[in-house]
């Protein structure tokens, strides 16, 4: 049997990683970032447990989402896009990933304040200094390993949101290549801008993202987007959505995942995790009923498929504002979400370019949804527009640009220098046959 030299580089570097890891010991002295052991809440050790297993639960969720949707011969290799970033990207966190993501700040300082643009790959290097302890910067009631690995679980599943995208024509190693690149040099970038202390975007922009509006959903959205202009346009774009059921089982572990997303991203069990809950299933309800409703007016009929895509998009919007807003907020929220969703899932421009599952129209224009009006509702004095936040909004509006072409842009040169590295996209008699039977030789 022939074995490619890229399966051979790839196993060679895995075992090297696995051999550094028994020896590897960070020389730097942090002691003195962490309390003591009398500082942690068991209370919110249990809620932020369960809130990790539950997210952990959504990427599984989201492979059944996407694997329903495609054509039969694609489904188990769409269903192990997504799965497999449980593997690929859990490593890769615990080896350098949460460091480049809450270590400490690397970037400028102007008028005595430090901004953040990315974390020191050294300090938590194979989770060395990742310990049982709280740590006085994050989370201080929780051990600090326990907030590395509830963040760990919203690393794994932006890039599978990514892979709906360019679903039934993108190489699987490729695949895997692009996702370990666009975790080092967009996700932990863009997560250390806005969630650590001293990250440029939350301090300088004032940017409020409670649970990932802008780091995963607007980070994947514009990948998505740009993967789908590298990649180009399927061979034969029709195809019947194999497995209804799939998407609904997909999009009811979603919904109960996204609990723990939102309300365990309060890291606390508090007033705040009770009302991120309340929020975030009304805005799902709100926007899976304005969705179907929207589709009447317009002459579609009430369809499984896009009941779940509506709820998808209520539980995307609400994300970035889910513990700063009220829970009659969170249903304008969907309500808005859902239409503005709806309208670019159906134009003719978007779909020109064939995104295969909508992932732009969904998460991304959900994620910008959300951070405008997270900048606009969010309650709390000058929090937000409505409460004469004038800065904050604009702040907002001048962040959003930044990180759309961030993210943008910084994801079309790493599919480009993927695509240089390993082609992108499988052959044509490969598309013709299936990834399920070309890429895995398996079949449902």
């Excluded at 570097?13 to 051999?19: F, G, M, N, P, S």
């Excluded at 970032?33 to 969720?61: C, K, Q, R, Y």
């Excluded at 200094?129 to 201080?140: D, E, I, M, Q, W």
């Excluded at 995104?355 to 969010?378: E, K, N, Y």
Aim: charged share 10%.
């Amino acid at each position: 049997m022939k074995i490619e030299k890229r399966w051979i580089i790839s196993f060679a570097l895995v075992t090297i990683l696995a051999v550094l890891s028994l020896f590897w010991e960070n020389a730097n002295d942090l002691a003195n970032e962490f309390t003591t052991e009398s500082e942690i809440n068991h209370a919110d050790v249990a809620w932020l447990l369960t809130s990790s297993s539950f997210v952990l639960l959504m990427t599984p969720g989201l492979s059944f989402f996407y694997g329903g949707m495609v054509g039969k011969k694609n489904v188990i290799s769409t269903m192990l896009q997504s799965f497999i970033s449980l593997g690929v990207v859990s490593l890769l966190w615990v080896v350098v990933g949460f460091s480049l993501s809450f270590g400490r700040p690397i970037g400028f300082e102007i008028d005595g304040t430090f901004y953040g643009i990315i974390g020191n790959p050294f300090d938590f290097l194979f989770f060395n200094n990742v310990s049982s302890l709280p740590h006085k910067t994050f989370a201080g009631t929780i051990p600090f390993i326990l907030f590395a690995l509830f963040q760990m679980k919203f690393a794994v599943i932006t890039p599978a949101i990514i892979t709906g995208s360019f679903a039934e024509r993108v190489r699987f190693v490729s695949y895997l290549l692009f996702i370990c690149l666009f975790i080092l040099i967009i996700y932990a970038p863009l997560c250390h801008m806005v969630w650590h202390p001293n990250g440029l975007l939350g301090i300088y922009f004032g940017v409020k993202d409670f649970a990932g509006g802008t780091v995963v959903h607007m980070s994947a959205g514009f990948a998505a987007l740009a993967g789908v202009i590298v990649l180009g346009k399927r061979k034969n774009r029709e195809h019947i959505p194999t497995n209804i059921p799939f998407v609904l089982l997909g999009t009811g572990m979603l919904w109960f995942g996204w609990f723990g997303f939102n309300a365990g991203s309060a890291l606390a069990a508090n007033g705040t995790a009770a009302m991120a809950f309340a929020t975030t299933t009304i805005a799902s309800a709100s926007a899976m009923m304005t969705w179907i409703f929207f589709d009447r007016i317009n002459g579609r009929k009430v369809s499984a498929m896009n009941a779940c895509i509506g709820a998808v998009v209520g539980l995307v919007v609400i994300t970035p504002a889910a513990g700063f807003v009220s829970v009659p907020k969170s249903i304008f929220f969907g309500f808005i979400a859902a239409i503005v969703s709806n309208l670019m899932v159906n134009w003719k421009k978007l779909k020109a370019i064939d995104d295969t599952l909508d992932v732009f129209a969904c998460h991304g224009v959900g994620g910008i949804m959300g951070m405008i009006l997270t900048a606009i509702f969010a309650e709390g004095k000058n929090a937000s527009l409505l409460h004469g936040g004038w800065n904050v909004f604009s702040h907002h509006m001048i962040a959003l640009v930044l990180v759309s072409g961030f993210t943008f842009f910084g994801a079309l040169a790493l599919y480009k220098l993927t695509n240089i590295i390993i082609p992108l996209r499988v052959s044509d008699e490969s598309e013709r046959v299936g990834l399920d039977l070309s890429q895995h030789n398996e079949s449902m």
